[in-house]
Structures are given as structure tokens and as C-alpha cells.
């Protein structure tokens, strides 16, 4: 038996409330899904991100990463919202908790990762023209493998001690159930990371930001230019991380300070606060697309292959369709 809070008091009652969460989640389920894929085919398979090659590497475990976050946390929170209760039994509870506690805060660090390595790959190019997409990769794995070791951690500690929150219809852990304070201190320890990411995304892009003014004046005086594609996707990726992280982190420290925390405005700001750091989860695709040219012309030049071959048998007459049929048949039976 799963426990839970007071639905009545911390869930949704009203339809049209639910309805617009509901849809609101699946539209950052259905933007992830297709649009990380499409990065990941782009960048893996065709090469479409032509930028440096330890960021599109950062970028490529970013998009993973968000689709992990889609399938096993944010499907999950849009069944139990439709049903208002938790129906997918206690394993799958525990596994919703670890990926909170797993993939979110590698999401965070990843972001951070990005935006610190593009300040010094500008401010420091001889310095960091060693770096390759290897070392990238082993970065981002160690990052990985780091909060997989401490969500597993805290969920064997805290496994005894979930309840459904219907508040974000997410799992929480009751501290007062525990026998040790481990468990708490860990969760407060990964917690912490959204923090540190929103401090250090808001400063390595502040100092991004201060060095390009700079040097975009020297350019200007000896008649150069200052190239921003990779700068503009890097800062547009932080900015709209630090917009969608920045309520939660406020709300986070203030509700310690709220005398009702039960309070129907409490529960929504909490919630929205919530559902608003998944902006950062779906936000890949339109910002490659906006600020990537190569990205834009691959999707261009993909879109227009579908079209010509839509429309090339589209303007077959059914007679060559019917006439090239047997033809088929036979060489297939030959």
C-alpha cells in the first residue's frame, strides 16, 4: 500500500485545472520525445550541429537525458494527474524517485557543464584546444554515474518512507519514518544541485556575456568580426534554464518561512514552480532551431525530401501504380 498526502486538500479538483496541466505535460512529453530524437539523429548520424565538438557531445547527453526525464518521469505524473491516484504499483514508484533524484540533477550539471566549457573555450582558446568529444564524453559519464550511485543511495534508505505527493503527483519521502538522518541529509545534498547549477549557468554566462562585449569592440576596431553561433545557442540554453529553475529555487527557500503551507496558494505556486523547471526539458529542439543554422538547414532539407516524395507519388496516375505492381510481385517471386 502506497501512502499519500490529503487529496482533497493538496490535489486537483478542478477538471479544467487538470485538463490544462495534463496538456501542458504532454506537450513537454511529445516535444522531448521527437525533438531530442531528431537532435540525436542529427548530430550522431548526419553531423547537422556545427559547432565545437565537446559541446554538441555535452549536447547529445543532454538530449538523452531529457528523453529519460519524458518517458519514466514526466508519462507517469500525466497518467496518475488523469486518474488522480498513483496506478502503476511500488516498483515503478521507487524507479519514479530514483529518476527524480538521478536525471534531473544531471540535467542541471549538464547545463552548467555547457555554459561553464563554452565561457573557457572563448576566453581560453589555446588553453582548451585540446579538449575533444572524447573527454566530453567521459565527463558526462562520470556525471552519470556519480548521481546514479547517490539516488541509489537515498532510495535504499528512503524506500520505506515514500508517499505520493498530490501536490505534483511526484513521490516524496516522509523523514519522520526514517530511522537515520542519512537519507535526508542526501536528498538535501542532491536538492543542493539545483542551486549550485543556477548559480554557476547565471555566472559562466554573465562572464560569457562581459568578455563578448569586449571583445566585439576590438573587433569593431580593426574592421573583424565576432562570430555568436555556439555563443547564442549556449546563453539562449542558460537563459531559458535560469527562467524555467529560478521560481522553484525561490519557492524552495521561502516555504520554509510560510506559516500555512497547506494553503490553496501555496499548493498552486508550489506546482507550478514545479512543472515549470520541465520548460528546460523540452526547450532543446526550439532553441537548436532558432539559433543553429546548420540545425535549421537540416530540418529544411529533411522537410523538402518528404515533401518532393510525397509529392512525386502523389503525380504517379493510378494506371504506372497498377502497372508497376505485377512487376514487382514477379521480381520479388523470381
Partial sequence: MIKSNNATVFGIVEDAERFFWVGYLTFVLISSLVGDTIILIASIKYNALKLNKSIVAVLQHMAICDIIISVTFVLPTIVSMLLDRWVLGKTLAKFHRFIEFWALPVCNVLVGVMTTSKYLLV?????????????????????????????????ILCQDSLIFDYTSY???????????????YIDVLISSTTFISVGIVFVSTVFTLGYLAKSRKVSRRSSGSLRWQGVMTVLTTGLVYCLSVLPYALFTMMEHFLEDSSSPLVIELERSSEYLVLLNVMANFYIYSLTVPSFRRFLRERFCFFQRSQSTFDNLSPAVLADNEPRKFKRIVS
Avoid: M
Fill in 170 to 184: 511526484e513521490f516524496d519521502a516522509d523523514y519522520s519514518l526514517l530511522t537515520s538522518n542519512a537519507g535526508k
Fill in 123 to 155: 576566453r581560453y582558446p589555446l588553453q582548451t584546444s585540446c579538449w575533444t568529444s572524447r573527454k566530453a564524453h567521459v565527463t558526462c559519464y562520470g556525471i552519470w554515474f556519480l548521481f546514479g550511485a547517490i539516488s541509489t543511495i537515498s532510495l
